[in-house]
Each structure stands twice: as structure tokens, then as C-alpha cells.
């Protein structure tokens, strides 16, 4: 073969080993580099974006290195020995494991991170767009012979073609797109020939008045950069959102596991109660009745108390799997973070709280920002009803067609430049996009009305959900201190026999009912708390979840 022959496979030789170095691994580096790239960018116009942000997540659960139970409690019954060997999680373990395990938590991520690729290739469509290819092919045609009658002869050719090409749509001038053109044909047929052409263009397009400055375009990556800057704050307010979530969750599984605790002090009482009766019942002291009340309450006591470990049991499954783990993992939440709760009512008046929020809250800032988004569509969708005037210039070089060989002469040129007009007689479909953007606006417009009486409406309904659970908090544990008394007092009643059983049946149940009030009522409370802060827009959070405690809020 000779040296023609050889290079009229260079050109896919090349392109195959171009494709063969560009790995799979290769592709995903660059995404990544790029939407973290474009995601750092513009984290810092987020406050309390997570700085550290990434969709990669490893498999290694983080229990090894908790605390381990080491005795059994007695109110769990067969359940508190299954207990021993388990690790015991705090709350803030709880935060960290679920920002590294939640399933959830990782679906929002990769959501945002899908919002930065769908960036990067807008952002992409305003860079330098190389393309190339080429195409080659063996060809037979079967022609009559001119010397011989009725005879058939084969013409055989080998025949490639290749080109490469930019394109360049530059903000605010124009768009530029640049070809280089090259064919081959090589006759095998006896005849060693080699024919080649080739031609290098350039075309550069300019709107003068419709689309004027690539409009259109250029909306296509405002809104783009935008939608990023939406994501963020999206992502931001799920950040707090979730760890008030997983904070809400752990402390109502600690408040079952109280009322497993007190459920099971009444059973014990209820059997003391009960064996009491029934020794006095032998001594004639007590009506058989009030022996039926006490064993019925001994029943009811132990019913009571299974269903509450059933209960405790249940959510702490259910919390397992919010916060990304196996349903099997033995783990145990710490009673020492319901015992520190404190009642921590916030110093702020509600038309303070309301302005507050409308200036910290993350949608609303992104519902104003979609407004400004529709009065400048607004403003492209009537530019576009206008006449289209470009502005178009074209060159090119073409190659000695007496030469069986030789690359663009510059020698041989050509150009033109003029104008291209289109008057734009049917505009109907430009016509409908203009309205349509006009509602769009409307709608814009009563969203960000709306959206600003939903938060004061929350913020007013946060308030009045915490003053509620301090008030029920304080009759609480009011009701805890009479109900001891009255227990005391039938109890004192009891050992001389004085005491009724349905009185006492009745204490013990206003105690019980009264403690688990309270647990619940401080619970509430703490909850409402930090949903109250969210809701203006004001609770950090930190890296691994944690959030930091608002002491004095003010507005600005």
C-alpha cells in the first residue's frame, strides 16, 4: 500500500483513538468538576449553604463508635434485655447519621446537584462548540462498456470525506460558526490516482431587532443561573427543615419510651394496690366491689403498658428508617436529652417575628426573584414580535480544483455581507407567548401576595402553638403535683381502710395521664420552638446537622 493509500484511513484512525481515551471515569470527573464548580460559585449568595456540599456518600454506618448499653431496664419487660449491647444515640448522633444516611437527605442532594449539570450545559452553549466527523466508503458501479457492445465494466473507488467545524455565540454580538471541509476519492481500478478538495468557510450572524443581542438565548441562561441560585435556597431550607424533622422524631421517641416508663409504674402500683385489697378483703375489711375495681385496674394497668411498649417500639423502627439505617440496628436513644429539655420561650412579639421572617425566609426571597423572572420574560416575548432584521456576513477559501491535491488557497476567496429580513406577517404563535407572559406575570405577582400572608399566617400559628404548649406544660406539671398528693392520701387512706377503690384507681390514673401530659407538653414545646425559628427563617444549621440555638432575636 502506498502512502496516499495510508492516509485516507488517518482521519478515522484518529477520531478512534480519541474515543477510546475518553473513559467513562473521564465524563464523570468533568460533570462533577463543573456543577461543584458552578455550585460553589454561587453558594455564597445562599447563607447557611452547606459549604461542603457533595452527592458521594459511603456505606459505613456510623454506630461502632457510640456508647454501648450495659444494663437492662426493668420497665421494657423480655424487651429491656435485647437492649444490652446496643449503642446509644444522642441527638446530635442522630443529626449525622441522618445527613449521611438518609435516603431522603441524598435524593435533595442529587436533585440539586442536577440543577448545577442542567447550568453547566447552558452556560456550555456560550463557549467555543468544536465538532468534527468524517465518513468513508468502498463503491462499485457497473457501467457499458463504450468499445465493446452488450459488455459491463467495473468502476471501483475508494471514497472519504471529512470535516470539522466551531460554533461561538457570543454574548452581546453575534454567533460565529467556521467549517473546514475535506473529500477524497481514489480510483483502485488500475488506476492509482488520488483526488482530493477541501474548502475553509466562516459565517457570522448578528439580530439588529427581533432577538436583538441573542434575547432569547440569552434568557434561556439568566433563568438557567437563576434556577441554580432557586435550588440553593430550596436546598438550604430542607437542610433546616429536615434536621427539625429528625429532632421532632427523636424526642417524640423518647416520650414514648416515657410513656413505657410510666405506664409500667402504674402497673406496679396497680399490683400493690390490688394485693392490698385482696388481703384486706380477706379480713372482711373491703367490699368484694372495690376488690372487682382494683384486680380490673390491675387489667386495664398491664394492657395499658404492652400497648405502650408496642408503641415505643414501633416509632423507634420507624425513626431507623428516617434516618437511613437497617430496621435491625440495635441502637437505643438517649433518655438524657429529654431530662435536659427546659422550657425556653422566645422574647420576641408576633409583628416582630412576621417582619422578621419576610426579610430571612429563603422562598420568600425566591418568590420575589420569580417575579422579577416574569416581568423580564415579559420584556423578551415582546421583543420577539417584532420584525427580524440580521445582519450576516459569509467568507470562505476553497482549493485549486486543478489539483488532485492542495488545501484552501487563499487566493481563492469569496464573500458576502448584506442583510435578512423577514417582516414577520404571521406572528400568532409570538402573539400568544406575549399574553401568556402577561398571565404569567399576574400569577407572579398574587403568588408573591399570597406567599407573604401564608407566612405571617405561620409565624401567628407558631406563636400561638408555643404559648399553647408552655400554658399546657405549666397546668402539667401543676396536675403531676396534685395527682402525687392524691395518690399519697388514698394511699394513707388504704392502709387503714378507709379509701374507696375507685378513688384510688382514679389518682393513680390522673398521675399517670398527668406526668405523660407533661413529657408531652415539653416536648411540644421544644418542637414548636424550633419550628418557630424556622419558620422565620432564622434557625442555622451546621455541617453535621445541628443547629444553633436563637437567643435574641431582633428585625432590622
Known amino acids: 500500500m502506498n502512502w496516499s493509500a495510508k492516509t485516507s484511513w488517518l482521519p478515522g484512525l484518529l477520531l478512534a483513538v480519541a474515543v477510546a481515551g ?22 455564597p449568595a445562599v447563607k447557611n449553604m452547606d459549604p461542603a456540599f457533595t452527592i458521594e456518600q459511603t456505606n459505613a454506618v456510623e454506630l461502632a463508635n457510640l456508647p454501648v448499653v450495659t444494663n437492662a431496664v426493668d420497665y421494657l419487660g ?25 435516603r431522603s437527605y441524598q435524593s435533595r442532594k442529587e436533585q440539586l446537584y442536577l440543577s448545577a449539570l442542567s447550568l453547566t450545559l447552558a452556560r456550555h452553549q456560550f463557549t467555543p462548540i468544536f465538532s468534527a466527523g468524517g465518513s468513508a466508503a468502498y463503491n462499485v458501479t457497473a457501467t457499458e462498456s463504450p468499445a465493446l457492445s452488450d459488455h459491463f465494466v467495473e468502476d471501483r473507488s475508494v471514497s472519504a470525506s471529512g470535516d470539522a467545524g466551531g460554533s461561538w455565540l457570543i454574548r452581546d454580538v453575534g454567533r460565529l460558526t467556521t467549517a473546514f471541509t475535506a ?38 441562561l439568566t433563568q438557567a443561573e437563576r434556577d441554580l441560585l432557586y435550588a440553593l435556597r430550596d436546598f438550604t431550607q430542607y ?43 380477706q379480713e372482711g375489711r373491703v367490699a368484694g366491689t372495690d376488690l372487682g375495681r382494683q384486680e380490673q385496674q390491675e387489667l386495664t394497668a398491664e394492657s395499658t403498658w404492652i400497648n405502650a411498649v408496642r408503641s415505643y417500639k414501633q416509632a423507634l423502627d420507624n425513626f431507623k428508617i428516617q434516618l437511613g439505617l437497617q430496621v435491625d440496628a440495635n441502637l ?33 426571597m425566591t418568590t420575589q426573584d420569580q417575579l422579577a423572572d416574569a416581568e423580564r420574560k415579559v420584556k423578551v416575548a415582546e421583543n420577539l414580535l417584532k420584525p427580524r432584521v440580521d445582519f450576516l456576513a459569509n467568507a470562505s477559501l476553497a482549493s485549486d480544483p486543478n489539483k488532485n491535491y492542495s488545501l484552501p488557497d487563499p487566493q481563492r476567496y469569496a464573500w458576502n455581507a448584506g442583510l435578512d429580513v423577514d417582516p414577520g406577517l404571521d406572528r400568532t404563535s409570538e402573539r400568544n407567548s406575549y399574553r401568556a407572559a402577561l398571565i404569567a406575570r399576574n ?28 400554658r399546657n406544660y405549666e397546668i402539667s406539671e401543676i396536675g403531676v403535683h396534685i395527682a402525687e398528693r392524691r395518690v399519697e392520701n388514698q394511699s394513707l387512706l388504704a392502709e387503714w381502710g378507709r379509701s374507696r377503690a375507685q378513688d384510688q384507681v382514679d389518682a393513680q390514673n390522673d398521675l399517670i395521664a398527668s406526668k405523660n401530659q ?39
Open 22 to 43: 475518553c473513559t467513562s471515569a473521564h465524563y464523570r470527573t468533568a460533570a462533577d468538576r463543573a456543577a461543584y464548580g458552578a455550585i460553589r460559585q454561587k453558594a
Open 78 to 102: 423480655p424487651h429491656g434485655e435485647a437492649e444490652r449491647g446496643a449503642s446509644r444515640v444522642r441527638l446530635e448522633d442522630a443529626l449525622r447519621i441522618a445527613i449521611h444516611h438518609s
Open 183 to 220: 473529500d477524497f476519492l481514489r480510483f483502485v481500478s488500475g488506476d492509482p490516482r488520488l483526488a482530493t478538495s477541501s474548502k475553509l468557510s466562516a459565517t457570522f450572524v448578528r439580530p439588529l431587532w427581533r432577538d436583538a443581542g441573542f434575547k432569547q438565548q440569552m434568557e434561556s
Open 239 to 281: 437542610r433546616k427543615d429536615f434536621s427539625v424533622g429528625i429532632a421532632s422524631a427523636y424526642y417524640n421517641v423518647l416520650g414514648n419510651r416515657d410513656a413505657v416508663r410510666n405506664s409500667f409504674l402504674n402497673l406496679q402500683s396497680s399490683r400493690r394496690n390490688a394485693d392490698r385489697t385482696r388481703a384486706l378483703a
Open 332 to 364: 437505643v436513644l438517649d433518655d438524657g436529652e429529654l431530662a435536659a429539655l427546659q422550657i425556653q420561650h422566645p422574647d420576641i412579639s408576633v409583628e416582630d417575628s412576621a417582619r422578621l421572617a419576610l426579610a430571612s425566609r429563603l422562598n420568600y
Open 443 to 470: 400569577r407572579a405577582a398574587r403568588s408573591l401576595e399570597e406567599q407573604e400572608d401564608q407566612i405571617k399566617l405561620q409565624v401567628r400559628d407558631g406563636w400561638r402553638t408555643l404559648d399553647q404548649a408552655k
Open 518 to 556: 407533661r413529657t408531652q407538653a415539653l416536648v411540644t414545646h421544644t418542637i414548636a420552638r424550633l419550628q418557630f425559628w424556622n419558620n422565620m427563617g432564622i434557625l442555622y444549621i451546621k455541617a453535621d446537622g445541628q443547629w444553633e440555638e436563637v437567643q435574641n432575636a431582633k428585625t432590622k
